[in-house]
């Protein structure tokens, strides 16, 4: 058996992770939304936050970890992705104990987390790129770079709305009655929600094409 066939099995099982996660996220946000009535844990979720909470989770838990365990791609820039999944996938764990268990998590949490991560992936980076010479910038190649971009705009842009909603919020994050999102009818969120929804369209264009362009190579 070739290197190409012995790549063909992992490739065609992530473009399938990619088409079966997209379409699994998409239900969540529509169902997470509805559930998420006055008076159920985390209080109410706004269209814009709960597209940007299924969006996030697709980035970041699905396409770099898809994308950095792809064999064929250069470990140059597949690795930096596939630590970001990793750490990702270690962040969701421990914040889902703190949210739902012992309901303790604040935004400045997720906030460390996101700068730390914005400097493992640049350090990766650089360190790969400096180190690859000999690196071929293929159609592959420079859509990978593409997708690193919008990993490390998206890191930053949860930044903001972390900071922004913190500002709001304060310490409400906390105990058995606090708020977690941003909601449509509460007037203290209009500004995050608008940031919000242009975030999505300038991350969502660039994601949506990387992927297609992913899935047909």
């Known amino acids: ?10 490739a065609m099982v992530g473009k399938a992770a990619l088409v079966v996660g997209a379409a699994m996220l998409v239900a969540f946000g529509v169902l997470f939304r509805r559930r998420q009535k006055p008076g159920a844990i985390g209080g109410p979720i706004s269209a814009a936050k709960a597209y940007w909470l ?20 250069p470990s140059s820039l597949r690795l930096p992705l596939l630590v970001v999944g990793a750490s990702m ?11 739902y268990g012992t309901k303790t998590w604040r935004p400045p949490l997720g906030i460390a987390h996101d700068i730390l991560t914005i400097i493992l992936l640049l350090a990766m980076v650089a360190a ?24 490390l705009a998206s890191l930053v842009l949860e930044i903001v709305h972390a900071r922004t ?5 304060g310490t409400g994050t906390v105990g058995d009655d606090g708020v977690w999102f941003a909601d449509d009818d509460d007037p203290r969120f209009i500004a995050i929600n608008r940031r919000t929804r ?7 264009v660039p994601t949506g094409l990387f992927v297609a362009l992913w899935l047909y190579s």
Do not use: H, K, Q
Request: hydrophobic letters at 60%; aromatic letters at 12%; one cysteine or more.
């Open 165 to 169: 909603f913190f500002a709001v919020v």
């Open 1 to 10: 058996m070739d290197s190409s066939s012995a790549d063909f099995a992992p």
């Open 198 to 204: 242009r975030g999505n369209v300038a991350l969502s």
């Open 89 to 99: 996938w270690l962040r969701g764990a421990v914040e889902m104990v703190m949210l």
């Open 128 to 151: 790969g790129v400096v180190g690859s010479v000999g690196l071929v910038w293929s159609p592959m190649a420079m859509a990978m770079a593409m997708l690193t971009v919008v990993v």
């Open 54 to 73: 299924s969006f996030a989770i697709y980035l970041w838990f699905v396409v770099c970890p898809v994308v950095g365990g792809e064999p064929t791609a």
